[in-house]
């Protein structure tokens, strides 16, 4: 069974940054693709940044592009995000998430389409001063 164990999130001020971790067990990440999605209350689920494990290739949101980098350690087998230039509107509960990498013919869809399959219990990340 597909679990992850997600750490790294908390209360930050904005424009400051944090860096979630996502440590996979039961499977090897580098079988899937992986994501970070978010959760802000009374609004649906946000694809963040999604990464493809056939080609490396990535996808980010627009509202996180330039801030968020999304990165992975096979041999931890851990997917990371690295949050910079935090803002108030940043603050939501944080999943990762992964897929099998044929579901999609490309990464962008994991993010922005149905929902994947196996999902983290998520992490708060609360952006105020």
């Known amino acids: 069974q597909l679990q992850f164990v997600e750490s790294g999130g908390g209360l930050v001020q904005p424009g400051g940054s944090l860096r979630l971790s996502c440590v996979a067990a039961?499977?090897?990440?580098?079988?899937?693709?992986i994501g970070w999605f978010r959760q802000a209350p009374g609004k649906m689920h946000e694809g963040v940044s999604c990464m493809s494990t056939l080609d490396g290739s990535t996808y980010y949101a627009d509202s996180v592009k330039g801030r968020f980098t999304i990165s992975r350690d096979i041999a931890l087998n851990t997917v990371y995000l690295q949050m910079n230039s935090l803002k108030p509107e940043d603050t939501a509960v944080y999943y990762c998430?992964?897929?099998?990498?044929?579901?999609?013919?490309?990464?962008?869809?994991?993010?922005?389409?149905?929902?994947?399959?196996?999902w983290g219990q998520g992490t708060q990340v609360t952006v105020s001063s």
């Open positions: 039961g499977f090897s990440l580098d079988y899937y693709n």
């Open positions: 998430a992964a897929e099998n990498p044929y579901v999609h013919s490309n990464i962008q869809s994991m993010c922005v389409t149905d929902p994947p399959d196996y």
